[in-house]
């Protein structure tokens, strides 16, 4: 289909900016899911007996299946197109956030979870590919950074929300209430979304001519071959992949253990747990924003390598520095402040990260990035199990905490060596 002729305008139409609103309320969701086990977690683990090691499991049962079926839905998104894919993937993981409900054992829940990972995995590589294929090269840091906005945002006020929901109901009824948000956009997603902008009657031929123009794709989906190779032996690749180890590794601490440190290690109460496990989103959801819009000015203005990398460095080593301090003070409040400056500082290189996979990807944006993903899966499943072993050994809060910080300045030095113009073709 022609763009719509009706339109005779010569400014661009904005329906990109739709499909950003589209895909950042996708991320809401995902995190609204996500979030909602570790603000149940003691309910959780009252009514079914887990303790500290096996909860730890339960977190990563997700993350493992998550990162197993990562690279394949990003592949499949590049076969059949992200308007398909994404509709089975929220489909999916939100009958499965529904079924977590329904656990009755911790058999039953490691199985649950594992299936809700399995279904979820792909969503962000998708997404990131739907941003390839609708935003020009120097908008799309920008694009990414509000994606993750939307996802920060929803884990910020889901702990708020949760805790509301846990005063009039039991832990169950949460997964059920979150889970049926997802059916309502998946409709609207599948009834509105086109994968090609020239598909959609709404886009106008300037923005079309503006899309096209800052992109390196040759179109929508329909790809066959994948160039393991290149993907595999490109630096630029294995260094992201390294890098978004770390970054996962240290903030999935925040969507698993923080509610469980602040109420046992800094003596939070219910209240205050839910405005202080909610902080640090605030902080990512902030970060994300500005974040993106940074790393796509300096790459207009200084290139790409010096607007994607210095970006990296720069919230690695600031991420650092503050897991040190919030594990050293002794004061909660100002603990609590630090950590989630932390989380900040994590989520600030997001747009450079993903942007980055988009850059050097062409038509394998899909794939590179659930790549990178997948590492960062790695991490993030590590994350929660190590903890729990180290709090089962020493019961001190501090020590993983300052591996964390360690492992942050590792992430720096591997952005000194990463370059968005070493594409995989």
Known sequence: MEPNPKNPASRPSRVRYRVLAFLSCLAAITYMDRVAISITARHIMRDLHLSDVQMGFVFSAFTLAYGLFEIPTGWWGERIGTRKVLTRIVIWWSSFTIATAAAFSYGSLLVVRFIFGMGEAGAWPNASRTFSLWFPSMERGAAQGIFFAGAHFSAAITPLLATALLVHLQWRWVFVIFGLVGFFWAFAWRRWFRDEPGLHPSVNAPELKLIENGRTLTGGHGVRGVPWKRILSNRTVLLLCAMYFV????????????????????????????????????ACMFSDLFGGLTTDALSRRFGLRPGRAGVGIASFLFASACIFLGAAVRDPWTAAVLLALAAGGLSFLLGAAWGTCIDIAGDNAGVVSACMNTAGQAGGMLSPVILGLVLHRWSNWAAPLYVTGLLLIGGAVCWMFIDPQRTVS
């Open 247 to 282: 970054q996962s590794y240290s903030f999935y601490f925040y969507i698993t253990w923080l509610p469980s440190y602040l109420e046992r290690a800094r003596g939070f109460s219910a209240v205050k747990l839910g405005v202080f496990t909610g902080l640090p989103m605030v």
